[in-house]
């Protein structure tokens, strides 16, 4: 099933995985509207008991997408914090929070407020032929919708800095290699790429999933006496599910499990 919007693109597919799509080509700038019917789609999404993973791709080849639309400034220059900048941070933690596992996939260039949004996935995929980058500086301001503090958890404080003081742009080589991305796919194959992933994922337990996205999130970086209660009752929760019983008996009993 597939519904269109004036920004978002929503497919759902019979495997339990949607992909939804940034339409604001050629670059999919992230405009007012977009952010809004984002957080719209993921919160339809995220009561939808038949979308279990979320592949976040954008229109064309050029561009997953570049950033603001530098061209709404002006009318939001009054408060641009609170009608901008506000509401983009609102929408990049929509996709961060989310309970099911989100994965970018990314053709062509990946920038700025693109960079950021795509930092809120779970997991990334680049085309070969893309870039990444934060270049904010050039405007004068730093990245302001999550990048300032979602890319040192990703690449070390040390590099995380010096893309942002000079505005860099990676290629997709070296983006691989720090660990900004999760995996590289040839140009034009991103999104079979993800929704191959997608279909993986996609089979194991659920709740298993959603535990693990909300564990990594919450205990990342904190040390490991802040970490000992809270994971064992993300544990706790875990081993209550039916399809922990499933895959207990299915591994003693040498058998494939049927999580449900």
């Avoid at 999404?45 to 061209?71: H, M, N, P, W, Y």
């Avoid at 040839?186 to 693990?212: D, H, M, N, T």
Wanted: charged share 25%; glycine share 8%.
């Amino acid at each position: 099933m597939e519904y269109r919007n004036e920004f978002i693109l929503v497919d759902k597919t019979a495997d339990r995985v949607t992909v939804v799509t940034l339409n604001n080509p050629p670059l999919n700038l992230v405009t007012l509207g977009l952010c809004r019917e984002l957080r719209e789609t993921l919160s339809k999404l995220e009561q939808d008991d038949e979308v279990r993973v979320i592949v976040l791709t954008g229109s064309g080849k050029r561009a997953f997408c570049v950033g603001s639309d530098i061209k709404e400034f002006p009318e939001v220059w009054d408060d641009v914090i609170g009608k901008k900048l506000e509401q983009e941070n609102l929408t990049f933690n929509a996709v961060e929070l989310l309970s099911k596992p989100v994965i970018a996939a990314m053709e062509g260039n990946v920038l700025g407020g693109g960079c950021e949004l795509s930092m809120a996935c779970d997991i990334r995929i680049l085309s070969e032929s893309g870039r990444i980058g934060l270049p904010e500086i050039n405007l004068g301001v730093f990245p302001g919708s999550g990048g300032i503090f979602r890319l040192a958890k990703l690449v070390g404080p040390a590099k995380a800095v010096e893309m942002m003081y000079t505005g860099q742009m990676l290629p997709a080589q070296e983006a691989l290699r720090l660990g900004l991305v999760n995996r590289l796919a040839p140009e034009g194959a991103v999104c079979a790429a993800a929704l191959e992933l997608a279909q993986q994922i996609v089979q194991k337990p659920f709740e298993s999933l959603r535990l693990i996205k909300r564990g990594v999130r919450e205990l990342w970086l904190k040390p490991t006496q802040e970490c000992f209660y809270p994971n064992l009752e993300l544990s706790k929760t875990v081993f209550q599910t039916e399809d922990c019983a499933e895959g207990v008996d299915a591994f003693l009993n040498k058998r494939k499990p049927q999580f449900r």
